[in-house]
């Protein structure tokens, strides 16, 4: 059979390309693939910000789809019919593996030439497309598949929280409404934390206030005090921050309480931010500062859980979707700075 798929070639070019598909591997699984979300790594390439992950990019890996046909050793753990998440390629026996973080292994890129010889990516803007079983995991039939493709930006957001020290006692702060901020909020509510979101875009906030969180602009210059009155007179546990600017960073040592507060941050920026602060600061304030990148395979697995049994809802975090042959506007309205995430519909639904 063949499969088509998109990939970028150069800045600004999006081709559409089309391959024989080898035979399934013993331990593979093809998948019909339904929907795939633009991520910031897919559109600011496309922008032209992030050309070092190379050319030709068969990129997309927010994706989730039908199992449609499975290997001899797959075994039970996946049927035909299943709805599946796709998680990136990993080996499963370097150290990083070992630990669980299947994003970081040492063997695997995960951008890298994995699946062909011809084009980096995983492929996630394909109708169709087969991987290794271990790449999945399983989603609720019930779930909307552009829904079912937050389990990976979702189970980033996991991994950084579940770094922290977190409960129902913990004031929240997080800086940044953006689709990546809004998941930060909900996973650090479900959890029991008072959550606030300082987002300075009116429309992204309202977004977050239909699901229930709280939110302050910042550009209301009494910002600082709105949040004490809203945390019992202090200020911040814990500052989460979700928008790659200095700006966010900076806030997030102003916005948090004096002694052993913590501080994840969870976005990159491009261009780099700057973080201006000394060590007798981070000495006196006894601050808990924590990196957040990737996932472990567990995240990827409660993710696809929180999202299948509706703990967490990510309908609104939908802008649009668009249909396969349509990725060009897709992609443009992706990088739009109002955005959330855009789904590209891979097959239609019968
Ligand atoms: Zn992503
Ligand atoms: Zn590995």
């Not at 997309?60 to 290997?71: Q, T, W």
């Not at 829904?147 to 990976?152: I, L, M, N, R, T």
């Not at 929280?161 to 004031?171: C, Q, R, V, Y």
């Not at 990148?293 to 509706?310: E, I, P, Q, T, V």
Request: glycine share 8%.
């Amino acid at each position: 059979m063949k499969f088509n798929f998109y990939a970028l070639t150069k800045k600004n070019k999006i081709e559409l390309f089309s391959r024989d598909m080898s035979a399934i591997e013993d331990d593979e699984i093809l998948v019909k693939q339904m929907a795939c979300n633009i991520c910031t790594t897919d559109y600011q390439q496309w922008q032209g910000k992030r050309e070092h992950q190379g050319y030709p990019m068969a990129g997309g890996h927010e994706c989730a789809g039908i199992v449609v046909a499975k290997g001899k050793n797959v075994g039970d753990s996946f049927g035909i019919g299943d709805h599946v998440a796709i998680v990136y390629d990993y080996c499963g026996v370097c150290e990083s593996c070992k630990k669980g973080y299947i994003t970081n292994c040492e063997n695997i890129d995960q951008f890298g030439k994995n699946y062909s010889s011809e084009f980096y990516g995983i492929f996630g803007f394909a109708d169709y497309f087969k991987r290794k079983a271990k790449s999945f995991v399983k989603l609720s039939k019930k779930l909307d598949f552009s829904e079912g493709a937050f389990v990976e930006p979702l189970s980033s957001v996991i991994a950084g929280i579940d770094k922290l020290t977190i409960n129902s006692e913990s004031n929240v702060i997080v800086i940044g409404s953006g689709t990546m901020g809004i998941l930060n909020a909900l996973y650090a509510k479900s959890l029991g934390a008072n959550v606030i979101i300082l987002g300075t875009n009116e429309k992204k906030n309202k977004v977050a206030n239909r699901l229930s969180l709280d939110t302050i602009n910042p550009k209301d210059c009494s910002y600082k005090d709105l949040i004490k009155e809203k945390f019992n007179k202090k200020l911040a546990d814990i500052a989460i921050v979700a928008a790659g600017s200095s700006s966010a960073n900076q806030q997030s040592l102003d916005l948090t309480k004096n002694y052993d507060a913590q501080i994840l941050f969870y976005a990159a920026g491009y261009p780099k931010p700057e973080l201006k602060v000394d060590s007798n600061m981070i000495h006196y304030r006894r601050l808990n500062m924590y990196g957040a990148y990737g996932s472990k395979l567990y995240d990827f697995n409660r993710a696809a859980d929180l999202l299948s049994n509706n703990s967490i809802n990510v309908k609104p975090l939908i802008e649009a979707k668009y249909k396969f042959s349509d990725i060009d506007d897709a992609f443009k309205k992706a990088a739009t700075k109002d955005s959330f995430r855009v789904s590209l519909i891979l097959n239609e639904e019968k």
